[in-house]
T-cell receptor
Framework: DGGITQSPKYLFRKEGQNVTLSCEQN?????MYWYRQDPGQGLRLIYY???????QKGDIAEGYSVSREKKESFPLTVTSAQKNPTAFYLC??????????????FGEGSRLTVL | AQSVTQPDIHITVSEGASLELRCNYS??????LFWYVQSPGQGLQLLLK??????LVQGIKGFEAEFKRSQSSFNLRKPSVHWSDAAEYFC?????????????FGDGTTLTVKP
């Protein structure tokens, strides 16, 4: 079935380590997004990408990095510069950019805990 | 900047009772509006969306929402709640003036269903 796959579902990290969260989609969507979710704060946009080899910062990009080398893949790296990385991370894709439905298709999420 | 407000952090209703979740938005033009639902530890799933036309939209699982331009609202309703509706609900708005289709989310409303 088509969808978005995030891995790992749970990840533990020591302070000072970089970690990379995987996001793969087989929906043939152009746009992909990373959101961070904290209790009581809804979803906040970290990075987004409209096409391969291009991406833009969202509202809370500091301490994160991304790449978009393939249409299907949009990995997120949480660097040691991110001061409070413990959170639930959601990857999403959308079928069109600049026009179209705007509907987001979400993965199941990755929960990162810094020890 | 656009914003979304969900005034109710937590709502409790009895099974079989009606439900209304409130959503207000701030935006310079008519936005694209969405309601998503999230079960604990899961990604978000689209319930319904409004782009234009009929201001009363039907969604999955028996949900509906009404767009009221004069009140900048997009409230979600269900005539009879089932125990399986217990979840967190997010209202979102998408802007397309920047050719990005980025969504802004409210902080969410947690629904508890009493037996």
């Amino acid at each position: 079935d088509g969808g978005i796959t995030q891995s790992p579902k749970y990840l533990f990290r020591k302070e000072g380590q970089n970690v990379t969260l995987s996001c793969e989609q087989n929906l043939n969507h152009d746009a992909m997004y990373w959101y961070r979710q904290d209790p009581g704060q809804g979803l906040r946009l970290i990075y987004y990408s409209q096409i391969v080899n291009d991406f833009q910062k969202g509202d809370i990009a500091e301490g994160y990095s991304v790449s978009r080398e393939k249409k299907e893949s949009f990995p997120l790296t949480v660097t040691s510069a991110q001061k409070n990385p413990t959170a639930f991370y959601l990857c999403a894709s959308s079928p069109q950019t600049g026009r179209g439905t705007g509907e987001l298709f979400f993965g199941e999420g990755s929960r990162l805990t810094v020890l | 900047a656009q914003s979304v407000t969900q005034p109710d952090i937590h709502i409790t209703v009895s099974e079989g009772a009606s439900l209304e979740l409130r959503c207000n938005y701030s935006y310079g033009a008519t936005p694209y509006l969405f309601w998503y639902v999230q079960s604990p530890g899961q990604g978000l799933q689209l319930l319904l969306k409004y782009f234009s036309g009929d201001t009363l939209v039907q969604g999955i699982k028996g949900f509906e929402a009404e767009f009221k331009r004069s009140q900048s609202s997009f409230n979600l309703r269900k005539p009879s709640v089932h125990w399986s509706d217990a979840a967190e609900y997010f209202c979102a708005v998408v802007r397309y003036n920047t050719n990005a289709g980025k969504s802004t989310f409210g902080d969410g409303t947690t629904l508890t269903v009493k037996p």
